[in-house]
């Protein structure tokens, strides 16, 4: 069983000090996988392959722009996270859902798969095409001005197993706040959203009981809701 938790808007610091401390609570007592879905305040995070050429605006005009920095430990490099995109911190212990398929330990590149394809599934519900890009990890679409990223991932898996960090996926952001930076390094293709490939207004709460189905039908586990940890 997985339970589900919508935490509203969440300062970044915030979630990433509720993340550490389940994989600790799942490390030291029994607690159910976690899937905490959320949207953060403008921020800016560099994972562990993160090169700071990747980052284009500096720290004055950052505040300018009231966009924070952070420096984390999931894999990657540089995205964006803001108002109007739908964020996903599973906290799971991939390997008993890994065992229950037959696989002896926890596959990373399989659970990456696994997050994309939550993620192309819930696209495919309002008829957009998503689809993985060769080389790169987290979903795209094809556009007239060719391919652009919809879904950043970046994981990290500890040594026991359990997951933390996750997918944000861009349902209606401002995608000007991109331009800070070059989003995951890639400086060839651009990045969109679900609201401008629609081109209609779509909110987190139309789109977010479709991520809960699509993420129990990929990883084939029941989900519940539950009372909030944090309180929008």
Known sequence: MVEVKWLGRVPYAQAWDLQR???AEKRERALADQLLLLEHDPVYTLGRSGQEKNLLLDEVARRQAEIDLYWVDRGGDVTYHGPGQLVGYPILDIKEIHKAHG???PDLHLYLRQLEAVLIKTLAA????????AGYTGVWVDTP???RKIAAIGVKVNARGITSHGFAL???PDLGHFAGIIPCGIAEHGVTSMARLINRSLTLADVL???VKAFAG???VETRFV????YA
């Open 21 to 23: 401390n389940l994989v």
């Open 103 to 105: 696989l002896p330990r």
């Open 126 to 133: 309002y008829d957009l095409s998503g689809r993985r890009y």
């Open 145 to 147: 001005a060719g391919p």
């Open 170 to 172: 861009n349902i209606d």
């Open 209 to 211: 009981p479709v991520v």
């Open 218 to 220: 990929v990883f084939q």
């Open 227 to 230: 009372t909030p940890l944090i």
